[in-house]
């Protein structure tokens, strides 16, 4: 071959070289593991909401395949899963994992703590975010909001509960932080597998059932059974969380990454979105075909023991782990100052207007 | 030239020119006008946050120029600009062109409305979003949610309202629909421009002004003079919106689109954060600066009246426009349904936590 047809064969094989790499965008395929089974709405739609952004946005080079509890057998092994590599990714809820450290308990949700807009603000805008980061940097995750269940009810009772000796012997199931404080009370805190609640509540072995909110208890029935619908104390805005494995977030290229979070936070805010029609809905449906069903507040003096369980807890915690402390701090402080605010803005325009019957 | 050169020359041609067609993503640059100057926080921020988010995921391809109202110097023009496809976009709120259309008014806030969380729910799951389509089609545009202020205030007040009488010759800078409510309560409606507005109400040339939230409203230095700041009644949750030029967003290629998309649904909840951070923070401020200020909420004769002149006004709109019909007819039902979950979640929550002094 002559120079020239040597020069022009290296030519043409440079070029086509750098115009593969230049229009073949990275293919990427990861796993994410999810706590929740494939239909259980509005959760299970979030990390595919955020799946499809992902795949959208980079043309369908930068794909994530969704494995729902039914798959993986492990809903509560997401941490340990992502933290391994065994899982790119995965959604779940921080409080899970409080065995592992209390400190992941407040990421959540706290009694008598923040609503959705208000915890939004301290994620954002307040430190949260970065906090969360410090939590999990230390077992090689990232951690980010992965979408709101709204303000979450305080469960359904078969007895009207009237002061603090109603609850004494109480057979109730309400799982987690709530249970512990529950129990100070003198419930007595059953474990009974969701599948078997309806049957055990009929039945009386337990007398009240802690869920969500009407957009999730409505499929498991519990309102054709119980009569009083008590409102909310214990989580008053659960944030669920998206894991990343950080070794596995940090090979993405740098577009991946933006475009990665960019899902991840739309489709948390649409969760809390979602979540809203969802119990608006299902609370209307309520209501219309079971008109007897009694909305009620726990007695002050419930409330007030509750507040005193909660704080003896925190307090211990706060002994026990720096950085539930840490967090703590900051979540007092923030609440603080957005309370207020909560308390002229929403809170006084919903009073004033809901008690001169104006909407 | 041989065959053999001529062949390779040719392959070498066609492969120059589709290398650059592949790799070269389409290059766009559009124009946004805003009604708001450059640094009003945080309207400003949000269109500039949402330009940062299509700039980053088309690879710098796609970039939005904004223009605030000291340079196109029509902050209520941005309509029309957008319509005639001077400005490819537009950042403003849709009830300033009431005039053009009174269907226009409903799609930012109305009076003893919903709040922020409650109206995405509207927007995005209750058929919010459909029928402002309908409403800015007719004019050629596309319309999204674009940020909400969250709860806004009624008004710094140098005087107490105990009243119906009080508000009789009141003088009142309070514009738009809530000042024509205002003013069948018997208050002069003032216009005075924003930059004379803190001297006339030191001087006594207006008794009340109305302005946002503390946000905004702390810049304007009211609460240095005026001491009683009444809670909200009349722009439970104003969401601004993007506007679009129909014809330039045909003209995107798909992956733009859907860019965009995702780029102002992110943007707009996260202003609705950040106002919530932003109100939070400046309210703490005064409180603490100024601490004889007075939270107060209007006389329930006072609520009542404005209700019912807000009624008979909506009662005369619906007669004159049917698209205006069509939208408070979804709001009010939609509002029918949200308010009632407001109510047992957050709203039942504060209360009872708030009286008990449990946060």
Redesign the interface.
Known sequence: MGM??KL??S??II??V??AG??AEKKIRWKLAMTWGPTLHPLSDTAEHMAE?VK??S?GNFVINIDASNVHKAPFGIFDMVKLGQYEMGHTASYYYKGKNIAFLPLTTMP??M????Q??WF???GGLELMQEAYTKHGMLAFPGGNT??Q?GGWFTKEINSLDDLKGLKMRIPGFAGQIMSKLGVTVTNIPPGELYTALERGTVDAVEWT??GMDINMGFHKIAKY?Y???HE?GSEVEFLINEKEYNKLPE?YK??LK??M??AA??M???S??M???A??QM?EKYPDIK?K??P?EV??EM?TAYDNLVASYEKESPMFKKIMESKRAY?D????????????????????N??
């Open positions: 020239m047809k022009l064969y030519l043409l070029l086509l750098a115009s230049f229009t952004i959208e946005l043309d008598f703590g609503t959705a807009p208000e939004y603000a954002y805008y307040g709204g303000n009810m909110g009407p619908y409102t909310g104390w008053p577009k933006k475009i960019i899902a936070k739309t805010y649409d809390y979105i979602q809203y029609e119990n608006a809905e609370w209307q209501k909305v507040v726990f002050e409330l007030k507040k609440l100052k957005v309370r207020d605010w909560t308390h002229i803005s929403d809170y006084l325009y919903l009073k004033s207007t809901s008690e001169s104006l909407n």
